[in-house]
């Protein structure tokens, strides 16, 4: 009893009851802060991912210098979710922490000094910011987050001048502090210069297949159906990409399903109703993709030059699967500076290039189809 009093903790006397355990509360959930647990359900294939993460940015030991990890790939592929999971597993190792969600949308809605204050609050739990010029944030930043080993979590930026415009830099981090940016666009991280930089896969087979039964059966093992056998169509046409897959299985998923009960029974006397709305679904998709899919991707083709752009189009509808010099050299005769237009399609996560071919997720196609009318 006499080492328990001398313990640390709240004075409660003469003050209301609820007052103090909502501090508690709060105390307690700050400490904890899981904040991405909740969204499990979706992270399939993730933690491969996660502890590969763990290897490239050396959490531990944690004397080692700052570091800084870029997350790199195409709209929709689960950027944010894997950073999401990936620091919710290691913030409670710093001494402060914050994740800024949507970086770029924030520069929109107001500038540099709004993701700066989000950053002291969070992290340091700065207060009345408002009151500060710009000029005074950035010395708050350097002064005070040089003390503090911390963790940066930077999502969606997609221009450097975002990032040079914080005034963050790892010289002004405290030692073992980290940062991690997400980003469509790989020239943005050797920009900065990011220690190492991690490219998000596509889901093999087998994680899009487990991901896309969640979605459009809730099941990890569905019951035979007819809808089974459309299912290699359709991860066919997601082709690994977890946001395609997301979609249309969400869409999917109990269209039409009255007695079901009695669907396994019926099948040889009843036309399969279920079965026959997927098909439909599919062939539309073929024709006109799934808008929330491709809004995602037209983000990235908006943010091209129009030089990119006709390069992009031209891909998609002539040159998938081509030699990567075969095509420079025709583009080249067109007068669209293929030399510098095909590398930033790569580094925008718009191509791929293997073997010395360029290839482009069919979701991309699809979106050329609905861009070029209108180009």
């Given at each position: ?13 003469d003050?209301?009851?609820?007052t ?37 940015l ?60 989000q ?9 009345d ?34 990032l ?23 020239h ?69 399903a009255?007695q ?22 599919l ?37 998938r ?8 050299r ?28 360029i290839?482009?997720h ?8 609905i ?5």
């Amino acid at each position: 009893m006499t080492r328990l009093a001398n313990s640390a903790g709240w004075d409660v006397r003469d003050k209301p009851e609820f007052t103090e355990i909502d501090k508690i509360i709060q105390k307690v959930i700050k400490k904890l802060d899981h904040r991405f647990s909740g969204s499990a359900d979706d992270l399939v294939g993730m933690q491969p991912c996660v502890e590969e993460l763990e290897q490239v940015l050396k959490i531990n030991p944690k004397d080692e210098d700052v570091q800084v990890l870029g997350i790199w790939g195409m709209g929709g592929i689960g950027k944010t979710s894997l950073a999401s999971v990936f620091y919710d597993k290691i913030s409670y190792l710093f001494d402060a922490h914050c994740f800024i969600e949507d970086v770029s949308r924030s520069y929109r809605d107001g500038s540099a000094i709004a993701v700066q204050r989000q950053i002291l609050r969070r992290t340091l739990e700065e207060q009345d910011l408002d009151k500060y010029s710009p000029s005074e944030i950035a010395g708050i930043i350097r002064n005070r987050l040089s003390s503090k080993e911390v963790l940066i979590l930077l999502d969606n930026v997609d221009e450097i001048e975002q990032l040079e415009q914080l005034a963050i830099t790892p010289k002004l981090l405290g030692r073992g502090s980290r940062m991690i940016i997400t980003t469509r666009d790989e020239h943005i991280l050797k920009s900065y210069g990011v220690d190492a930089i991690h490219k998000v896969s596509l889901l093999n087979s087998h994680d899009a297949s487990e991901l896309f039964f969640r979605k459009a059966f809730r099941s990890d093992c569905p019951s035979s159906s007819t809808c089974m056998e459309l299912t290699p169509s359709i991860l066919e046409y997601a082709n690994g990409l977890p946001l395609a897959i997301k979609v249309l299985g969400s869409f999917l998923y109990n269209r039409n399903a009255s007695q079901w009960r009695d669907y396994l029974e019926r099948l040889k006397k009843y036309p399969d109703r279920n079965a026959s709305q997927w098909r439909d679904y599919l062939e539309r998709l073929k024709k006109y993709p799934d808008r929330k899919v491709t809004d995602v991707l037209q983000i990235s083709f908006e943010a091209l030059q129009k030089e990119d752009k006709e390069i992009f189009l031209h891909i998609a509808c002539f040159f998938r699967g081509e030699r990567e010099e075969y095509v420079k050299r025709i583009l080249d005769v067109c007068g669209l500076h293929p030399h510098i237009g095909v590398p930033v399609l790569k580094e925008r996560a718009l191509i791929d290039i293997k073997n010395q071919e360029i290839h482009m997720h069919d979701c991309k196609k699809l979106v050329s189809g609905i861009l070029v009318a209108h180009f």
